[in-house]
């Protein structure tokens, strides 16, 4: 499994992105999706995370939710995260990741372990 993400850049504080992450094979309904992000000096942080096939369950970072939307498209094989209101606390590289086999928890979902594949990131850089 091959994972492209796109869509970072430099934006300015208030503004909002939709970053996408497209997935190579032919089973990306099986897998469920997550986004993780890096800020410079820090740990990779979970930001969101959507089950697979219908998508019907999705976790959010607690200090993110209200502002992040992640969804999904089967059709195209893409992930999809919406990030309203961005400011600086927000500029970091995002990286996609999938599990393509069953999630054993909800609580897994922001576990970074619990994924099997990794996109290379895009960076996102926000400025005041």
């Known amino acids: 499994v091959q994972l492209q993400a796109s869509g970072g850049g430099l934006l300015q504080g208030g503004e909002s992105l939709r970053l996408s992450c497209t997935a190579s094979g032919s089973s990306f309904n099986n897998y469920h999706m997550g986004w993780f992000r890096q800020a410079p000096g820090k740990e990779r942080e979970f930001v969101a995370a959507?089950?697979?096939?219908?998508?019907?369950?999705?976790r959010y970072a607690d200090s993110l939710e209200g502002r992040v939307t992640i969804s999904r498209h089967n059709a195209e094989k893409t992930t999809y995260l919406r990030m309203n209101s961005l400011n600086p606390e927000d500029t970091g590289i995002y990286y996609c990741?999938?599990?393509?086999?069953?999630?054993?928890?909800?609580?897994?979902?922001?576990?970074?372990?619990?994924?099997?594949?990794w996109g290379q990131g895009t960076l996102v850089t926000v400025s005041s």
């Open positions: 959507i089950s697979r096939r219908t998508g019907s369950t999705t």
């Open positions: 990741a999938a599990r393509t086999g069953r999630m054993n928890s909800f609580d897994d979902y922001d576990q970074f372990t619990a994924y099997d594949y």
